[in-house]
């Protein structure tokens, strides 16, 4: 027998334990499979369950008689309807097909019965241990209370986070036309509706709101039917003056599951109980009955059980990996809806659905054009021009469009000096479209580099250097602004470059380091000496100086570099600043040093030229700076006369542990450009025209900062413009290339078409 599974025992009879029971008794059906439910059949919680085209594909190969027996059931629309302050916007083409959960109960029921399943209801499964010795496989499908996972977390190594939203899973007795969310905003707080048709006549309802509003509008204190009540008249207007209903409802947080393993000997996780996604993305079903499908799958490809649930893991971890990460994109967004409560009503659609990053600007043009062309013409693009190609201004500097060439350390100078390697690195760049390019980190000392190659800007051979650069970006890409960023290693310098080993201590050639506290960046690193009141007056005076040789350099803007951990990011963060004097202690007193260096450069940098800020909006550890924090530190940098904050992320300590994925930094800049009011740039794994289009027309972020696409192609803007079929003024060829404006053709295309179609 494939997989080595003869006999299974099947823990929870919710959708995901019983479609993995009929599955693999449909595969063979000689297994002996048992299922234990501890409620009633009909014993259900929610009402509606949404799944995906993709999701029922998977169905439909599998079992067709279960695939038909749902068909017959669904419920199917193509419109999402965002209703906010009074005003209702409609975008169609989404496809959406639901059924009622219990109805989705009884036909896995009947299908697990017809197939020869052992159904048993109101009975709690026996003691793990005892069905691990007595069955050849054990599915825990138990939920996300699963008492199975609990039972072995020193296995599976569970993590489980609770969020900041009340939601109640509520019905309605009538069919919303669309899957609708409405927010209302209350004397308490802003409240939010997600609600779908999964009947003809029926509808499910989700009440969700934060925590402090679902307690100080008094829900925590009602009973289930006051509750119900409540609800319906908060969103009377969306329910037509309909009641709602319950069955068992109550208040609850979502709890997002992470466990480090699966399985174990014979034992495995399906469903809720190996992970959950938030319900704002539709995905906790869906994803139960593709774990079902992945098990049954390798349990029938697999010569042995380890090796079947080892390919189930693999399969299966980077798919709920991606969807958790969308889901809790989209779980924060409704977190923080507060924030967005006043954009205009447009904007405010376009970004709630592109929420979760999966959404893209081009995924809704390909739905509803109509939706997105009026989204766009509010925001101000002229007719033609995507969103990246619209202008932005920053104090006296326009740039012709939103892409920037994000700082990328090079180590490629010598004693400070930029050479031809950047006059053609940045050259290039420049050629290739973007509306700003950044230099990498350049350092205000021999003693601030990070490596023995790293670009300065302390002597006047090296103001010469990077003059030769600038002017070249400004005679042979005019329209192109040229940016430095300036800042100093502290505890990270003295390394080794990149390639020959990452933050490595150099063998031979070391110079002193020193930084805000005297602690080193990784463990058998060179300790720090901690700065003194002289030695932080010397070093302002250091970035001042870099910066004036920088405005006769001829650079267009100048960013401060105080992210990731070197010098002024170790005044920032409480994990690297443990100073006891003036620079340390509070967060105001940890700013203060950073804001000193600010205004000294501002003091000499020319008044027209903008001034950004690098920041690390989370240290991605404990004790670190935090969202909040960033915001604070942002609007301490805007009020020193900042003109816009590149939003960063971590590199501060060396035991990080970042939430990497498509965009994942972007959530900060979009909440320091909303809590804080000041411009933003986003970086961090933008990588497509797609992603830059969605964010600036979200209003997520004003400029977007790209590095790895610009290092894989130089004319990644100007590609961008050719394949959305822009030839505006945002992103000209180059006269010398303008023969390559096209992509070139390949393969032959002079081929004779088909004459005649011939009948049998």
Same mark, same amino acid.
């Given at each position: 027998?494939?997989?080595?599974?003869?006999?299974?025992?099947?823990?929870?009879?919710?959708?995901?334990?019983?479609?993995?029971?009929?599955?693999?008794?449909?595969?063979?059906?000689?297994?002996?499979?048992?299922?234990?439910?501890?409620?009633?059949?009909?014993?259900?919680?929610?009402?509606?369950?949404?799944?995906?085209?993709?999701?029922?594909?998977?169905?439909?190969?599998?079992?067709?008689?279960?695939?038909?027996?749902?068909?017959?059931?669904?419920?199917?629309?193509?419109? $999402?309807?965002?209703?906010?302050?009074?005003?209702?916007?409609?975008?169609?083409?989404?496809?959406?097909?639901?059924?009622?959960?219990?109805?989705?109960?009884? $036909?896995?029921?009947?299908?697990?019965?017809?197939?020869?399943?052992?159904?048993?209801?109101?009975?709690?499964?026996?003691?793990?241990?005892?069905?691990?010795?007595?069955?050849?496989?054990?599915?825990?499908?138990?939920? %996300?209370?699963?008492?199975?996972?609990?039972?072995?977390?020193?296995?599976?190594?569970?993590?489980?986070?609770?969020?900041?939203?009340?939601?109640?899973?509520?019905?309605?007795?009538?069919?919303?036309?669309?899957?609708?969310?409405?927010?209302?905003?209350?004397?308490?707080?802003?409240?939010?509706?997600?609600?779908?048709?999964?009947?003809?006549?029926?509808?499910?309802? $989700?009440?969700?709101?934060?925590?402090?509003?679902?307690?100080?509008?008094?829900?925590?204190?009602?009973?289930?039917?006051?509750?119900?009540?409540?609800?319906?008249?908060?969103?009377?207007?969306?329910?037509?003056?309909?009641?709602?209903? =319950?069955?068992?409802?109550?208040?609850?947080?979502?709890?997002?599951?992470?466990?480090?393993?699966?399985?174990?000997?014979?034992?495995?996780?399906?469903?809720?109980?190996?992970?959950?996604?938030?319900?704002?993305? +539709?995905?906790?079903?869906?994803? /139960?009955?593709?774990?079902?499908?992945?098990?049954?799958?390798?349990?029938?490809?697999?010569?042995?059980?380890?090796?079947?649930?080892?390919?189930?893991?693999?399969?299966?971890?980077?798919?709920?990996?991606?969807?958790?990460?969308?889901?809790? *994109?989209?779980?924060?967004?409704?977190?923080?809806?507060?924030?967005?409560?006043?954009?205009?009503?447009?904007?405010?659609?376009?970004?709630?659905?592109?929420?979760?990053?999966?959404?893209?600007?081009?995924?809704?043009?390909?739905?509803? /054009?109509?939706?997105?062309? /009026?989204?766009?013409?509010?925001?101000?693009?002229?007719?033609?021009?995507?969103?990246?190609?619209?202008?932005?201004?920053?104090?006296?500097?326009?740039?012709?469009?939103?892409?920037?060439?994000?700082?990328?350390?090079?180590?490629?100078?010598?004693?400070?000096?930029?050479?031809?390697?950047?006059? %053609?690195?940045?050259?290039?760049?420049?050629?290739? +479209?973007?509306?700003?390019?950044?230099?990498?980190?350049?350092?205000?000392? *021999?003693?601030?580099?990070?490596?023995?190659?790293?670009?300065?800007?302390?002597?006047?051979?090296?103001?010469?250097?990077?003059?030769? $650069?600038?002017?070249?970006?400004?005679?042979?890409?005019?329209?192109?602004?040229?940016?430095?960023?300036?800042?100093?290693?502290?505890?990270?310098?003295?390394?080794?470059?990149?390639?020959?080993?990452?933050?490595?201590?150099?063998?031979?050639?070391?110079?002193?380091?020193?930084?805000? =506290?005297?602690?080193?960046?990784?463990?058998?690193?060179?300790?720090?000496?901690?700065?003194?009141?002289?030695?932080?007056?010397?070093?302002?005076?250091?970035?001042? =100086?870099?910066?004036?040789?920088?405005?006769?350099?001829?650079?267009?803007?100048?960013?401060?570099?105080?992210?990731?951990?070197?010098?002024?990011? +170790?005044?920032?963060?409480?994990?690297?600043?443990?100073?006891?004097?003036?620079?340390?202690?509070?967060?105001?007193?940890?700013?203060?040093?950073?804001?000193?260096?600010?205004?000294?450069?501002? *003091?000499?940098?020319?008044?027209?030229?903008?001034?950004?800020?690098?920041?690390?909006?989370?240290?991605?550890?404990?004790?670190?700076?935090?969202?909040?924090?960033?915001?604070?530190?942002?609007?301490?940098?805007?009020?020193?006369?900042?003109?816009?904050?590149?939003?960063?992320?971590?590199?501060?300590?060396?035991?990080?542990?970042?939430?990497?994925?498509?965009?994942?930094?972007?959530?900060?800049?979009?909440?320091?450009?909303?809590?804080?009011?000041?411009?933003?740039?986003?970086?961090?794994?933008?990588?497509?025209?797609?992603?830059?289009?969605?964010?600036?027309?979200?209003?997520?972020?004003?400029?977007?900062?790209?590095?790895?696409?610009?290092?894989?192609?130089?004319?990644?803007?100007?590609? *961008?413009?050719?394949?959305?079929?822009?030839?505006?003024?945002?992103?000209?060829?180059?006269?010398?290339?303008?023969?390559?404006?096209?992509?070139?053709?390949?393969?032959?295309?002079?081929?004779?078409?088909?004459?005649?179609?011939?009948?049998?």
């Amino acid at each position: 027998m494939t997989g080595g599974a003869a006999r299974v025992a099947v823990i929870g009879g919710g959708p995901g334990g019983l479609y993995a029971a009929a599955l693999l008794k449909r595969l063979d059906p000689a297994r002996e499979i048992t299922v234990w439910e501890r409620n009633a059949p009909d014993d259900t919680f929610g009402f509606g369950v949404v799944l995906s085209d993709e999701t029922l594909g998977g169905i439909e190969h599998a079992d067709p008689v279960v695939h038909r027996a749902l068909c017959e059931e669904f419920v199917r629309w193509d419109d $999402i309807d965002v209703v906010h302050r009074g005003v209702r916007h409609t975008c169609g083409g989404h496809g959406f097909a639901a059924l009622g959960r219990r109805r989705l109960l009884e $036909i896995l029921h009947e299908r697990c019965r017809a197939l020869g399943v052992d159904l048993r209801f109101r009975t709690a499964a026996p003691d793990t241990a005892r069905l691990t010795a007595a069955y050849d496989l054990v599915v825990a499908a138990d939920g %996300v209370h699963s008492a199975t996972r609990q039972a072995r977390a020193d296995v599976f190594r569970p993590r489980i986070t609770g969020h900041r939203c009340r939601y109640i899973w509520l019905a309605a007795d009538f069919a919303f036309d669309a899957f609708r969310f409405e927010t209302a905003e209350t004397e308490h707080g802003v409240m939010q509706l997600h609600g779908y048709p999964y009947a003809p006549d029926a509808s499910t309802v $989700i009440v969700e709101m934060r925590e402090e509003v679902w307690r100080a509008a008094g829900l925590a204190g009602l009973e289930e039917t006051e509750s119900v009540e409540r609800c319906a008249k908060i969103f009377a207007d969306a329910l037509g003056g309909r009641p709602l209903r =319950s069955h068992k409802s109550a208040w609850t947080t979502f709890r997002t599951v992470v466990n480090d393993r699966w399985s174990h000997g014979n034992l495995v996780l399906l469903g809720d109980a190996a992970h959950t996604a938030h319900f704002s993305i +539709g995905s906790g079903t869906k994803l /139960a009955v593709e774990d079902a499908l992945a098990l049954a799958a390798c349990l029938d490809e697999q010569p042995s059980l380890p090796g079947a649930l080892a390919a189930y893991e693999q399969e299966r971890k980077p798919v709920v990996a991606s969807t958790q990460r969308a889901a809790r *994109a989209s779980l924060e967004w409704f977190e923080n809806l507060g924030l967005y409560l006043g954009r205009p009503p447009r904007e405010f659609a376009f970004n709630l659905l592109t929420r979760s990053r999966r959404v893209t600007h081009g995924n809704l043009r390909l739905r509803d /054009a109509r939706f997105t062309d /009026a989204v766009e013409r509010d925001f101000g693009c002229p007719p033609g021009t995507p969103p990246m190609f619209t202008p932005f201004r920053l104090r006296g500097l326009t740039l012709r469009n939103r892409v920037v060439v994000s700082p990328m350390d090079m180590y490629s100078a010598v004693d400070g000096v930029p050479g031809d390697f950047h006059l %053609v690195h940045l050259g290039a760049r420049a050629l290739g +479209g973007a509306g700003l390019v950044m230099t990498e980190m350049v350092c205000v000392s *021999a003693e601030g580099r990070i490596t023995p190659g790293c670009a300065g800007l302390w002597t006047g051979r090296q103001t010469e250097g990077w003059r030769r $650069i600038t002017e070249f970006v400004h005679r042979q890409a005019p329209g192109t602004a040229i940016g430095v960023q300036l800042g100093h290693s502290g505890r990270k310098g003295s390394t080794k470059r990149m390639w020959e080993g990452m933050d490595e201590p150099l063998p031979e050639g070391n110079w002193p380091l020193v930084a805000a =506290s005297p602690l080193p960046y990784r463990d058998g690193g060179q300790v720090p000496r901690t700065l003194t009141r002289a030695q932080l007056t010397d070093l302002r005076e250091q970035f001042a =100086s870099a910066a004036w040789r920088a405005a006769r350099a001829g650079f267009d803007l100048l960013e401060l570099h105080c992210a990731h951990g070197y010098l002024l990011s +170790g005044f920032l963060s409480p994990l690297t600043n443990h100073r006891t004097d003036a620079y340390g202690g509070s967060p105001k007193n940890r700013l203060r040093f950073p804001l000193e260096v600010f205004d000294a450069v501002r *003091a000499v940098w020319p008044e027209e030229r903008p001034m950004t800020v690098r920041i690390s909006a989370t240290d991605w550890a404990e004790g670190g700076t935090t969202a909040e924090d960033a915001v604070e530190i942002a609007r301490a940098f805007a009020a020193h006369g900042a003109d816009a904050v590149d939003v960063s992320t971590g590199q501060v300590v060396s035991g990080e542990r970042p939430e990497f994925g498509r965009s994942y930094q972007t959530p900060f800049a979009d909440r320091v450009r909303h809590e804080a009011g000041v411009p933003v740039i986003a970086v961090g794994a933008i990588s497509s025209w797609d992603d830059v289009n969605s964010l600036i027309l979200a209003g997520r972020t004003d400029l977007c900062a790209l590095a790895r696409p610009h290092l894989y192609d130089p004319h990644w803007t100007l590609h *961008a413009a050719a394949e959305q079929g822009y030839e505006g003024p945002a992103a000209p060829w180059p006269a010398p290339y303008r023969a390559g404006s096209r992509p070139p053709r390949t393969g032959r295309t002079d081929a004779p078409g088909p004459r005649l179609t011939l009948r049998k």
